[in-house]
Antibody, heavy 119, light 108 residues
Framework: EVHLVESGEGLIQPGGSLRLACAASGFSFSNYDMNWVRQAPGRGLEWVSYISNSGKTIYYADSVKGRFTISRENAKNSLFLQMNSLRDEDTAVYYC????????????WGQGTLVTVSS | EIVMTQSPGTLSVSPGERATLSCRASQSISNNLAWYQQKPGQAPRLLIYDASTRATGVPARFSGSGSGTEFTLTISRLQSEDFAVYYCQQSNNWPPWTFGQGTKVEIK
């Protein structure tokens, strides 16, 4: 059974940094592209970042470009999101999600981890 | 960037009735459209992909249709567990992957 478990929840002051992790199990992690998606309190879903299965191709939403860094360690079935220069508007639940195919959906999601940016 | 627009924002439906949710893309996305269900405090769950294919374990009362720019999610006979927020998402032109703003299905 596919499982994605995020960690790294925290309360951070504006301008601070935080690293999120996503532990994957139940599938061949190195074969799948992965994403981070966030949801601000009471709001909809916003795609944040993508990394290909090899780690060679990476994309970011304009809202986080230059501040966030996505990475993965296939040997440890792990996905990461390094978040720097955090802003109030980065407050959200962050989900890792598996992409299924080039035009495919995000077929499995973690339970999410809450990042709160506040002074 | 492709903008996804869902309507209505809130849909009030009685249990056992049919619910019809709409999603429009700002340009053609072929059939690269997914629907997700999200209940309070939970992660989104994939319901439909490729506009009309049910994901594993999704009940047959959920059906999707459409292509190009107009898409529909139909829940044929609403059950209590179906009251939730539903999002559409395009995966045709990326990045970015974009979601609609959501439709809340509430008990009438």
């Amino acid at each position: 059974e596919v499982h994605l478990v995020e960690s790294g929840e925290g309360l951070i002051q504006p301008g601070g940094s935080l690293r999120l992790a996503c532990a994957a199990s139940g599938f061949s992690f190195s074969n799948y592209d992965m994403n981070w998606v966030r949801q601000a309190p009471g709001r909809g879903l916003e795609w944040v970042s993508y990394i290909s299965n090899s780690g060679k191709t990476i994309y970011y939403a304009d809202s986080v470009k230059g501040r966030f860094t996505i990475s993965r360690e296939n040997a440890k079935n792990s996905l990461f999101l390094q978040m720097n220069s955090l802003r109030d508007e980065d407050t959200a639940v962050y989900y890792c999600a598996r992409a299924n195919g080039w035009y495919g959906p995000f077929d499995y999601w973690g339970q999410g981890t809450l990042v709160t940016v506040s002074s | 960037e492709i903008v996804m627009t869902q309507s209505p924002g809130t849909l009030s439906v009685s249990p056992g009735e049919r619910a019809t949710l709409s999603c429009r893309a700002s340009q053609s996305i072929s059939n690269n459209l997914a629907w997700y269900q999200q209940k309070p405090g939970q992660a989104p769950r994939l319901l439909i992909y490729d506009a009309s294919t049910r994901a594993t374990g999704v009940p047959a009362r959920f059906s999707g249709s459409g292509s190009g720019t107009e898409f529909t999610l139909t829940i044929s006979r609403l059950q209590s567990e179906d009251f939730a927020v539903y999002y559409c998402q395009q995966s045709n032109n990326w990045p970015p992957w974009t979601f609609g703003q959501g439709t809340k299905v509430e008990i009438k």
